[in-house]
């Protein structure tokens, strides 16, 4: 998997149905004295023992300035049962959660509570990575003053005459070079100031292996979302080497290994791209013996129903070994309540009122083994409920309307754009170039609830100032005993000039690959190479009119030419509060050597299903929503292949 944004919040929450393969993960980090752990990391993935390969994912996500975090997991080709949330404690250990999906709501809440680190003057500090060619995403790691539930404002000079302020800002070099980043925060109860020089230079045409890792107990973690490529280059194969003699060559960006003995190993990763780049990585760990002891051990859930009802889940704990059964099981509410004895697994327990709890199970194994382990419980309202409506003005401005069930003063908005930036304010208006967005929004109330709600906006480009078009399409063709690469071939026919009788007289290819064609109306180009390109056709008619067009086309190894089914959509213009179509492209569907596709089987995920052998299909959606449209295909030599991609259909805007 590639994490395209490490603060991803791109998701759709509370405004798509409720399917298993879209999850929400969601809890509060707080200190042992209550204040909220701000600004703190936490890691967000998919089980690796019981998801299936291909939905393998995972980011890192920070709490907010009350400490709330949110993110949300996708898998388009099978369900996500289980998921890891793990964070680090004030004193260095891993605090580890692997909760099930609740399937009837897609939710999973987990809260944590860190050792309360020494109170310490506030301390100015900074990482950074590289976005794209010189493009510097810079993330401040500045720890407020002690006992403080924030951070001072933050400013920054970055060596080359920019500046720019707040916790995570972009900034875009133009010229590679030795640069000094100095960061400077300061406010009433602290200041501080900290410079770091960095390195920056033009990329393209490299890459970069990098990874992070985690050891708990036995099990490394390993993560590799910071591996870089050049624009337009993608990782096609990850090896990953154990250091054990094991390793994976699944091509999973994250992964997870159990040692069968304690020691040191050197964990190895290397990487290939598209375009042929390779680097690699080592680093060296240090693994402990396995567990012989029981473990106790107890995971929490809020019910909506019933906000100060807790439902616990103690199905993680286990015996020193698998015939070593719990025999009793004691808990502690933390409420001064009594103890439950006896040996619930699934207890649940109504606490008198909002607040923090410090719940307690204590397990007994058949051998005689005792483990207690403690956790605090936060028990907040629920009730109240994040939403918003929005108009798309012209230019890209967006006025945005709170419709949260809590106005004013007593609640707290945290506005997430999609494109990077953020606004506390209750109707915030923001300004979009063309594209698609994904827009959240966090409420807190002053009681201690805590709702969010995301939604996706899409910015049209604005109309053509002539109305020449260019326009193609293009189709795989099989490769033929002993070729090399891969040949498309391309049909621009339907481009037209301003009339019927204002001609093309030019045309000009660009393959992306470094190469071009001038004047032929069907051409043919091989690739070389596997990857991603941006081809474009520039026309220009008689009359002087101009246009371009570009797509992008992944062009696939020569080992993958067998069958494939693969398409692509676009929205068709508005003309009506009901008008929501969606034009689908199959053209890069094929079939291997000496075959071809008999028939396509549309599924449009509304129950609208379409058969035949139709290559471009129009389809009318009633509603808005999120719709997952399959295509299968079969050929003439009994090969069929299905994809899926969840396709979503947003509120028209102006309409009701």
Not at 241 to 255: C, I, K
Not at 293 to 319: D, H, K, Q
Not at 436 to 442: K, N
Request: hydrophobic share 35%; aromatic share 10%; charged share 10%.
């Amino acid at each position: 998997m590639k994490k395209c944004y490490s603060f991803l919040l791109a998701a759709l929450l509370f405004s798509v149905p409720a399917l298993a393969n879209i999850v929400i993960v969601k809890g509060h980090i707080t200190y042992s004295n209550g204040a909220p752990a701000a600004n703190h990391a936490v890691w967000i993935s998919t089980d690796s023992t019981s998801t299936p390969p291909a939905c393998m994912q995972g980011s890192m996500v920070h709490t907010n300035a009350n400490g709330y975090y949110i993110d949300t997991l996708y898998c388009t080709s099978g369900n996500i049962v289980k998921v890891r949330i793990q964070t680090q404690n004030c004193n260095g250990t891993w605090l580890v959660e692997t909760p099930q999906v609740n399937t009837s709501t897609n939710l999973v809440e987990r809260n944590f509570t860190l050792c309360t680190p020494t109170p310490a003057p506030c301390q100015a500090n900074f990482n950074y990575h590289f976005i794209q060619n010189m493009t510097v995403q810079f993330t401040s790691l500045s720890i407020p003053t002690g006992g403080s539930s924030g951070l001072p404002p933050h400013y920054w000079n970055f060596g080359d005459g920019g500046t720019g302020t707040g916790l995570y800002p972009v900034h875009t070099y133009t010229a590679p070079g030795t640069y000094v980043v100095k960061l400077i925060i300061s406010g009433v109860s602290c200041a501080d100031t900290i410079s770091r020089t960095i390195q920056v230079t033009n990329i393209t045409g490299t890459c970069n292996a990098t990874f992070q890792d985690s050891v708990i107990n036995n099990k490394l973690f390993v993560f590799s979302g910071g591996s870089t490529t050049a624009p337009g280059d993608s990782i096609i194969q990850r090896l990953w080497n154990f250091g054990d003699g094991t390793g994976n060559n699944n091509n999973w960006a994250n992964a997870d290994h159990i040692y069968t003995a304690a020691g040191t190993y050197t964990v190895c990763l290397r990487i290939t791209t598209a375009l042929g780049c390779n680097d690699s990585v080592c680093r060296t760990i240090v693994v402990g013996s396995p567990t012989a002891n029981c473990v106790s051990n107890f995971s929490y859930l809020r019910t909506n129903s019933a906000p100060l009802t807790i439902a616990f889940n103690s199905s993680s704990s286990a015996g020193t070994t698998p015939a070593d059964a719990i025999i009793s099981r004691t808990w502690t509410f933390g409420d001064g309540s009594p103890a439950l004895t006896g040996n619930n697994v699934y207890p649940s327990h109504t606490y008198p009122s909002i607040g923090n709890y410090q719940a307690c199970l204590k397990i007994t194994t058949a051998s005689g083994c005792q483990k207690t382990i403690c956790k605090t419980v936060s028990v907040y309202d629920s009730s109240c409920h994040a939403n918003f409506n929005y108009n798309i003005g012209t230019g890209g401005v967006v006025y945005f309307n709170n419709t949260s069930s809590t106005l004013g003063t007593t609640a707290q908005y945290q506005w997430m754009f999609g494109n990077g930036t953020t606004s506390t304010a209750i109707n915030p208006v923001k300004t979009y170039s063309p594209g698609t967005y994904t827009v959240c929004l966090v409420m807190w109330s002053a009681s201690g609830c805590v709702d969010s709600v995301c939604k996706v906006i899409t910015i049209a480009p604005p109309p053509p100032t002539t109305n020449c078009e260019a326009v193609f399409q293009y189709v795989g063709l099989p490769p033929s005993a002993g070729s090399a690469g891969y040949t498309l071939q391309f049909g621009s026919g339907a481009s037209h000039g301003t009339t019927s009788t204002d001609s093309i007289i030019q045309r000009t290819w660009y393959w992306d690959d470094g190469m071009m064609t001038n004047g032929l109306v069907s051409p043919t180009h091989t690739y070389m190479m596997p990857g991603v390109y941006n081809v474009c056709l520039v026309i220009t008619s008689a009359s002087g009119c101009s246009d371009t067009t570009c797509k992008t086309i992944a062009v696939p190894m020569q080992n993958q030419l067998v069958c494939q089914s693969y398409f692509t959509y676009e929205h068709l213009p508005t003309t009506s509060a009901a008008t929501r179509a969606i034009r689908f492209n199959s053209t890069m569907s094929h079939g291997g050597p000496a075959d071809s596709i008999t028939s396509r089987k549309w599924e449009f995920g509304d129950g609208t299903i379409l058969t035949g052998n139709v290559v471009n299909p129009i389809h009318q959606y009633a509603t808005p929503g999120t719709y997952n449209v399959c295509l299968t295909v079969k050929t003439a030599l009994n090969c069929e292949k299905k994809i899926c991609k969840l396709v979503v259909i947003p509120q028209v805007a102006g309409a009701c």
